[in-house]
């Protein structure tokens, strides 16, 4: 256990709706980042925050827009869903920047 | 644009073979490396990182990595794989002075029993 908290674990949804994914880094961690990996694409730097400023940015599309909050936690939303969404969602943080990354167990979303 | 490679994309050995597993990077300054191991329907779990210092870099379950600055490599070794090492590898960089984690794109062990 990294001590990284997703929720959900899974998702199903359709074309055109929105979701918000929910990260919880582990205590006293103030980075946190998003990663998508799909099959095909690998393992997709989204995006970074560190105390709830935005520090970096991945390839993370338009649809897609995230936020960490004055208690640490961060959500990812993704709206206008396409099926090309459909993968793995990992959140992970780190104490400061630069830091080894500790990873969160995932949410699986599947776009139908 | 700052980018990893990782040249092997699926390895498949035998129990007992040894393993090498290629990262090169490309950025000319200060880096922090990691390598990152994924095993089956789990998350990403730290395997050994280099920040300064010995550039020989050992870490858990056996796995050692040598940095060479002059080669912009990262490899990754073990010198007997088993059978519970078939999982997905990466090799991960940040510059210094960065914010950003550039993930190379990953290699996958299978270790026949």
């Known amino acids: 256990d990294s001590g990284v908290t997703q929720t959900p674990k899974h998702l199903i949804t359709a074309t055109g709706q929105r979701v918000t994914l929910r990260c919880s880094p582990r205590?006293?961690?103030?980075?946190v980042y998003w990663y998508q990996q799909s099959l095909d694409q690998g393992l997709q730097f989204l995006i970074q925050?560190?105390?709830?400023?935005?520090?970096a940015k991945g390839n993370i599309l338009e649809r897609f827009s995230a936020q960490q909050f004055p208690d640490l936690h961060s959500e990812l939303n993704l709206s206008s869903l396409e099926l090309g969404d459909s993968a793995l969602y990992f959140c992970a943080s780190s104490a400061q920047l630069g830091d080894e990354q500790y990873f969160g167990p995932g949410t699986r979303l599947t776009v139908t | 644009a700052q980018s990893v490679s990782q040249h092997n994309h699926h390895v498949i050995l035998s129990e007992a073979a040894s393993l090498e597993l290629g990262c090169n990077y490309s950025y000319g300054g200060t880096v922090n490396l990691f390598w990152y191991v994924q095993y089956p329907g789990q998350h990403l779990q730290l395997l050994l990182k280099?920040?300064?210092?010995?550039?020989l870099v050992k870490g858990i379950k056996g796995f050692e990595a040598e940095f060479i600055k002059s080669k912009f490599s990262f490899n990754l070794r073990k010198p007997s794989v088993q059978w519970s090492d078939t999982a997905e590898y990466f090799c991960?960089?940040?510059?210094?002075?960065?914010?950003?984690?550039?993930f190379g794109t990953g290699t996958r062990l299978k270790v026949l029993a």
């Open positions: 280099y920040f300064s210092g010995d550039p």
């Open positions: 925050y560190y105390n709830g400023e935005e520090r």
């Open positions: 991960a960089v940040i510059p210094s002075g960065t914010y950003k984690y550039i």
């Open positions: 205590s006293g961690d103030l980075s």
